[in-house]
């Protein structure tokens, strides 16, 4: 698996819409690493001139029977332009079964993530309530199924996802 500074590149190209950029296409994104915190990487990334604040993270431990994964990454982004705010989002290294959803639980609070492509999202509605629990949560699990059917479990921990947020938060102007 890349290295999260790495991704940070490939997960510029995915935010900015354009899933298939190669890395140092979307590295013209300017991307800059503001910390790392235990699990959690906090980024700021202009977009054509607009601020994006995003922390991802890698899973702790990924299972499933495949063969072949590509990388796996959990999101929140802020996009202030466009008054976008907590956006969850999993990125799960393959292609979603289509019209599957993604089960996602917070040590023991659950919810349903829609898929489309090699990423899943929470409704608008939720995704504060996800980030909440995440905040005081010690562990996030994943659980999605592949288009080849193969079922797959993430584990995230949630260890400095906090102190992520209020780093991005702080970057992007916005308030708890």
């Given at each position: 698996?890349?290295?999260?500074?790495?991704?940070a590149?490939?997960?510029?190209?995915?935010l900015?819409?354009?899933?298939?950029?190669?890395p140092?296409?979307?590295?013209?994104?300017?991307?800059?690493?503001?910390?790392?915190y235990?699990?959690?990487?906090?980024?700021?990334?202009?977009?054509?001139?607009?601020?994006?604040?995003?922390?991802?993270?890698?899973?702790?431990?990924?299972?499933?029977?495949?063969?072949?994964?590509?990388?796996?990454?959990?999101?929140?982004?802020?996009?202030?332009?466009?008054?976008?705010y907590?956006?969850?989002?999993?990125?799960?290294?393959?292609?979603?079964?289509?019209?599957?959803?993604?089960?996602?639980?917070?040590?023991?609070?659950?919810?349903?993530?829609?898929?489309?492509g090699?990423?899943?999202?929470a409704?608008?509605?939720?995704?504060?309530?996800i980030?909440?629990?995440?905040?005081?949560?010690?562990?996030?699990?994943?659980?999605?199924?592949?288009?080849?059917?193969?079922?797959?479990?993430?584990?995230?921990?949630?260890?400095?996802?906090?102190?992520?947020?209020?780093?991005i938060?702080?970057a992007?102007?916005?308030?708890?």
């Amino acid at each position: 698996m890349r290295s999260l500074k790495t991704a940070a590149c490939v997960l510029a190209g995915v935010l900015a819409g354009g899933a298939g950029l190669a890395p140092h296409e979307a590295g013209a994104q300017q991307i800059s690493t503001l910390g790392v915190y235990n699990n959690w990487t906090a980024f700021l990334m202009m977009e054509n001139n607009q601020k994006v604040c995003y922390i991802a993270s890698s899973p702790t431990k990924d299972e499933g029977n495949y063969t072949r994964r590509g990388d796996i990454y959990a999101l929140v982004t802020h996009r202030p332009a466009d008054k976008q705010y907590y956006v969850v989002t999993i990125y799960a290294g393959y292609a979603y079964r289509p019209g599957s959803p993604v089960q996602l639980s917070v040590d023991q609070t659950g919810f349903e993530l829609f898929t489309e492509g090699e990423s899943a999202w929470a409704p608008n509605d939720m995704d504060k309530r996800i980030v909440q629990a995440m905040r005081k949560g010690n562990a996030m699990v994943v659980r999605g199924t592949s288009s080849r059917g193969t079922a797959t479990k993430d584990t995230y921990s949630l260890r400095g996802v906090s102190a992520a947020l209020s780093k991005i938060n702080e970057a992007c102007g916005v308030s708890n």
